[in-house]
């Protein structure tokens, strides 16, 4: 037959070896995507021994023995727990389907599961209408318009690359409503910057395709389902985040306070009778120097561990011994001498400090042990320039990706200058938060103030290439080895058909199999070198993390502290004012004014800038005075967020008082804090931070003396226990539905309309 010296020859080269290859046969498999067959299995399934003797078919028979190589580990970002959605989203059927199947002659193998694929796609379309932004209701927290967005699509079978493109190309101002009514405020509209971080598309500011899996697919001309998206989408990086949660048990020093107060309180009673009884002798005078060192040493150890555990101040390290037991033990020796000078002590009261006492101590030893141990604690609570002292409960919590960056891709330490040491160094951090839980809004309301959320990733990379055309996004990139081998398949299935026709082939058969055979060979070659292109290029470029963009980490960060403060039933979220600290502290950038804002959202004061030492930062990093003045009228970047999530989740935002310290703790040791008359404030608001809050004045008085400070009585309901801040009120809304993951980046075109 014409043609077939030339099939031959193609033969052969296809058994070259190339330096994509594996080669390793342990490195080779069938693989089968849609488990109805691998590409040697539809070769071989029902082709004759007479089509066999012929040349086609032998050369069936030749690609029939190829085995396409395994997804390399190094494509794959880890193998995790099988879960719910992903058995909805494999298409893969399980023995048990296949086994239906093969018992099911009336109607085909591939029929079936094609029917599978559907009923699945189905079920995620409805989960998508019923639960939105859960991603076929995993969660609760943060989902993916771009997940329900392709999950309510009315085609579940393959398509070509360019009619997802057509999709998916940016157009204007199309969303999609969620068409449930409990989510009937909630716009889904998919944002540019989402496809980008799930790699499945990239367009540019004109809307065309410049890279993604969409554009792969459309240069290999390979098909794709639904489903295959929804993988893509269900493992980006964005969608698998994790929070890890840095703070302190802060009722230990309540609880170590109560103790010490008791302690001491018992002690000025016997310090007193003795007083009464003996009069001025010496057993006095020593008794009275005794109890005074006693009660020192329990005031110095109050503040050692109010300055570690609340203040955050690293100085208490004495971690192996019990911080009350020395104390009391001296208590304990003080009582026989009491009495020796003939002054009575209650026994209820002594076996209350001495019994009691040495349970509590040994209950707080067990549980600051408990703290060393288990390595949560908080980072940077000593950095006072960066957050408002005097809160119930300082918090640090960061959000980062669990798992190894595919392709082998690290980040330098650049990349992570935060958290990256000691055995419970954080991994490819996305962000960082700062903050304190404090009383506030109303009475009895708690209320979560956010310092600081700073991204190390997106800060450095901002400066070396802000326009991300380093930056190699290998994410979901082994999903082209399920898709081509699915076009594979359709191939092989056709020329299996050639073959058994045989000697009866016709020219047009010979003409059709040799093309089949190239786009064969072509695909199979595409699979096998893409993932050493995409490994290259992971390795040359910036590794990729997502939500690039202060307007992204920032809105998502704050999502993220609104489910932690339903999560603790915190009434309000709020954002410490720039006046009061980011420019009250620390050198007066206009990025933190128009990031964190005033105390009503603002970015700016009127006639405040330049003039009054706002800068900026050059493109080399140089300090910069701005010309002019900052935007009064502007709404700043996380007051904005916060304004409209308000709006989509039926809450509401406000300016709100929110305490300085403890209302119940009326001895407040005070600092002063830089204040402008451009500010706008009443200086009995704004010229003191709270260090520290306690219930008593000798309890303050230690700590100012120790730690520097002055003593202020200040009740609850008194201006100078509060300052202003801009807030989110937590509802439950909040709490019960999802938030949208992206903020900014565009829109696509509303594929349902």
């Known amino acids: 037959m014409a043609g077939l010296a030339d099939l031959n020859r193609q033969e052969i080269i296809e058994n070259d070896k190339t330096s994509s290859v594996p080669v390793n046969k342990s490195d080779l498999e069938p693989y089968e995507p849609s488990a109805a067959r ?14 066999l003797r012929n040349p086609i078919g032998r050369a069936i028979q030749k690609i029939a023995g190829i085995k396409l190589p395994k997804a390399p580990v190094s494509r794959t970002t880890g193998p995790g727990p099988v879960d719910e959605v992903d058995e909805i989203l494999s298409v893969v059927p399980t023995k048990m389907d296949r086994g239906r199947a093969m018992t099911a002659p009336q109607i085909s193998q591939q029929e079936q599961i094609r029917q599978i694929a559907i009923a699945r796609s189905n079920e ?55 068409g449930n009514p409990e989510f009937k405020n909630i716009s889904q509209a998919v944002k540019r910057e989402e496809m980008w971080d799930a790699n499945i598309a990239q367009f540019d500011k004109a809307g065309n395709l410049v890279g993604g899996f969409l554009k792969v697919a459309q240069e290999k001309k390979i098909p794709l389902t639904k489903m295959d998206l929804l993988y893509i989408v269900e493992k980006a990086p964005v969608n698998n985040l994790k929070m890890r949660k840095l703070g302190t048990d802060v009722k230990i020093v309540d609880e170590a306070e109560d103790l010490g107060r008791d302690i001491n309180n018992s002690l000025d009673g016997i310090k007193n009778k003795v007083i009464a009884k003996a009069g001025d002798s010496q057993e006095t005078e020593d008794i009275i120097e005794i109890v005074d060192v006693i009660q020192k040493n329990v005031r110095k150890q109050n503040a050692l561990m109010y300055n570690k555990f609340k203040e955050v101040q690293d100085e208490y390290s004495d971690f192996d011994k019990s911080p009350f037991g020395d104390l009391i033990g001296s208590y304990e020796a003080l009582i026989p001498k009491v009495r020796r000078l003939g002054v009575e002590v209650d026994p209820l009261e002594i076996s209350r400090i001495t019994e009691a006492g040495k349970a509590k101590d040994i209950d707080i030893f067990r549980r600051l042990q408990l703290q060393k141990t288990q390595g949560f604690e908080t980072k940077y609570g000593n950095y006072g320039e960066y957050r408002i002292k005097g809160g119930d409960e300082y918090f640090e919590n960061v959000v980062y990706y669990p798992k190894e960056l595919p392709m082998g891709q690290k980040l330098s330490s650049g990349f992570n200058r935060h958290y990256n040491s000691g055995e419970k160094k954080i991994p490819n951090q996305i962000y960082h938060v700062r903050g304190s839980i404090r009383s506030g809004g109303n009475e009895n309301q708690k209320v979560m103030m956010i310092d600081e959320i700073q991204s190390d990733y997106h800060q450095k990379l901002r400066k070396i290439n802000p326009a991300r055309d380093k930056v190699q996004n290998a994410f979901g990139s082994e999903i082209e080895f399920f898709s081509a081998n699915r076009k594979l398949e359709k191939i092989v299935d056709e020329m299996k058909t050639i073959s058994a026709k045989g000697i009866k082939a016709t020219r047009e058969d010979q003409a059709r199999f040799n093309t089949l055979n190239s786009e064969f060979r072509e695909m199979r070659s595409n699979s096998l070198n893409l993932s050493n292109i995409t490994n290259r290029e992971a390795q040359d470029g910036i590794p990729f993390l997502p939500l690039y963009g202060k307007e992204n980490w920032g809105a998502h960060a704050l999502k993220n502290q609104i489910k932690d403060a339903a999560d603790r039933g915190v009434d309000w979220v709020a954002i410490s004012p720039v006046e009061y600290l980011h420019h009250a502290k620390r050198t007066k950038y206009l990025g933190d004014i128009e990031f964190y804002g005033t105390r009503t959202g603002k970015a700016g004061f009127k006639g405040y800038g330049g003039r009054q030492g706002v800068v900026r930062k050059d493109a080399n990093d140089n300090e910069v005075p701005i010309q002019g003045f900052t935007d009064p009228k502007k709404k700043a970047t996380l007051p904005a967020a916060m304004d409209k999530i308000a709006r989509e989740y039926g809450s509401e935002v406000k300016t709100i008082p929110v305490a300085k310290s403890d209302p119940n703790k009326p001895f407040k040791v005070v600092q002063q804090v830089e204040t402008k008359k451009e500010f706008g404030l009443n200086p009995d608001k704004s010229r003191t931070q709270h260090k520290a809050a306690f219930k008593t004045e000798q309890e303050a008085q230690y700590y100012a003396g120790r730690y520097n400070g002055e003593v202020e009585k200040i009740m609850e309901g008194d201006p100078r226990l509060y300052f202003d801040a801009y807030a989110i009120r937590v509802n439950k809304e909040m709490a019960d539905k999802p938030f949208k993951a992206y903020n900014t980046g565009g829109l696509v075109v509303n594929i349902f309309a």
Do not use: C, M, Q
């Not at 691998?38 to 399934?45: I, N, Q, S």
């Not at 998508?128 to 991603?135: C, K, Q, V």
């Open 124 to 178: 995620l379309k409805k989960l998508s209408y019923n639960a939105p932004l859960s991603r076929g209701g995993k969660t609760k927290r943060i989902g993916s318009s771009l997940y329900d967005y392709i999950a309510r699509h009315p085609i579940a079978g393959a398509r070509k690359p360019e009619e997802w493109i057509k999709d998916f190309k940016s157009g204007g101002p199309g969303s999609f409503k969620t």
């Open 38 to 51: 691998g590409v040697a299995g539809l070769a071989l399934a029902g082709a004759g021994a007479v089509a």
